[in-house]
């Protein structure tokens, strides 16, 4: 086999962050589509055009943990055993729990809901930053007012296309670029040295949809539900379909976690995103450990009139 790859330089380059989940992404197409071969190290790495050695380096610096432990979170058995086994999906993490607590990265989120009459404005009067940087999932765009997060979505096409779902969502605000600035937003949201971090999501929803959301954030990074799960944590144990159109409308990914959560089954179900990265998100919750949500106080005037 011939490697992409020869010298500690172009490892180097490899280990990009800009590079890395475009090739873990092909990994996990190769995985998906190979899955009942139960493809072996050495195949994958070929389909990615990586030697085993630079494959197993790639996995450990992205994710954390070996390319066999990681591919064992992408499998439909494991997910149906998670949640079997899950006595409570929303536990808080133990400090005892964890394995070292200087990969430990604590997030305090709170959130805000626009009224009904704000979101009737479509945003007259706000101003936008919006800018787009690198996470480990591959770049994505921001967008936040004075008031907080009102946008995080992978780029899943080209750039303009990006900005003007932003500006449909918006189309009264003024919307100002600002890359420089979500540089540092996604230092605070994956950094790379523990910290603490703090952010406040500025939600558009119904009341319903937010109920939904609140409940996500609470979950525990690392863990899986089901759509029947999270509907009882919400508190509408018979409203599955409504719960699964509530985080299809969600547009803050990864901090409000839709990536969570899978069918009863144990099938991945579909994401806005794409289900490979959704996949890759869970594996590598699961496999670093890295970030403890803490949910804090709901503004009291989230909701000023039913809708």
Known sequence: MLDEFGDDSELDELL???????????????IRTHARKQPTLEEIAAAVHLSPFYLQRLFSSWAGLSPKRFLQYLTKEHAKKVLTDSTDVFSVIAETGLSSTSRLH????????????????????????????LSPFGPALAGWTARGLCHFTFCTGNEAEMLAELAALWPRASIKRNDEAARDLMATVFPSTPQRGRLHLLLRGTNFQIKVWEALIRSEPGKIL????????????????AVGSALAANTI??????????????????????SDRKMAMQAWEAGRNTTVINPL???????LESR
């Not at 305090?108 to 787009?132: F, K, N, Y």
Request: charged share 20%.
């Open 297 to 303: 106080p709901v503004r009291s005037n989230r909701r």
């Open 226 to 241: 089901s759509y029947g799960q999270l509907a009882r944590q919400a508190a509408t144990p018979k409203a599955q379909r």
């Open 16 to 30: 990009d962050p800009s590079r890395q989940f475009a090739l873990v992404a092909r990994a996990i197409a190769f």
């Open 106 to 133: 604590e997030l305090m989120i709170s959130t805000e809901a626009l009224s009904p009459a704000e979101i009737r404005a479509s945003g007259q009067g706000l101003v936008i930053d919006c800018g787009i940087g």
């Open 253 to 274: 990914a990864y901090l409000i976690p839709c990536h969570r959560v899978i069918r009863e089954s144990g099938e991945i179900g579909s994401y806005r995103w794409g």
